[in-house]
T-cell receptor
């Protein structure tokens, strides 16, 4: 398996624009997580899904952020409108309860810069 | 999830063992200790985990105290490529509804020096 795949790797946009980040989890993993990492706040869990259903979105900062998982192999995190304070690295991770090690696997991240 | 406390930074000489401590004094009986590391700009990578017994794999060893209130990650022969931020996390057992949810603290920045 190619691991968790995120796109794009880098995104530069202007304030007010819509940004969509994409994630393909590892095949067979039934949990998907979105994290945000900044120098100030570290690695924060934004939202996670189980079997495509959002379970906990308490970490989503505000209504400008939304996440969807239309099927088991794809998820998006959307920011509309984007603001400079949204600049961060966004990681997607996937996991399944069924494996003995119960390891969370992370993607390479999307570095977002909002100008 | 239980809160963890780690030193912000540590140095280690190349080829020597790196011992990274973690305090998790409020850990519950059904919570596991996981260690991840994040090499510059990459996604966090799993290293090892345990419940109460010491564990060893090809990357590291994990020593958990008998009262489970602290643990130590040991990299037996540190290399320059082990320079990274190391996160200690406690997480509930896999059968728990919130099993996948992880709270990452600030971690320990390990610098391996030649």
């Amino acid at each position: 398996d190619a691991g968790v795949i995120q796109s794009p790797r880098h995104e530069v946009t202007e304030m007010g624009q819509e940004v969509t980040l994409r994630c393909k989890p590892i095949s067979g993993h039934d949990y998907l997580f979105w994290y945000r990492q900044t120098m100030m706040r570290g690695l924060e869990l934004l939202i996670y899904f189980n079997n495509n259903v959002p379970i906990d979105d308490s970490g989503m900062p505000e209504d400008r952020f939304s996440a969807k998982m239309p099927n088991a192999s794809f998820s998006t995190l959307k920011i509309q409108p984007s603001e400079p304070r949204d600049s961060a690295v966004y990681f997607c991770a996937s996991w399944t309860r069924g494996l003995a090690k119960n390891i969370q696997y992370f993607g390479a991240g999307t570095r977002l810069s909002v100008l | 999830d239980a809160k963890t406390t780690q030193p912000p930074s540590m140095d280690c000489a190349e080829g020597r063992a790196a011992n990274l401590p973690c305090n998790h004094s409020t850990i519950s009986g059904n919570e596991y200790v996981y260690w991840y590391r994040q090499i510059h700009s990459q996604g966090p990578q799993y290293i090892i985990h345990g419940l109460k017994n010491n564990e060893t794999n090809e990357m590291a060893s994990l020593i958990i105290t008998e009262d489970r209130k602290s643990s130590t990650l040991i990299l037996p022969h540190a290399t320059l490529r082990d320079t990274a931020v190391y996160y200690c996390i406690v997480r509930v057992a896999p059968y728990n509804t919130n099993a996948g949810k992880s709270t990452f603290g600030d971690g320990t920045t390990l610098t391996v020096k030649p």
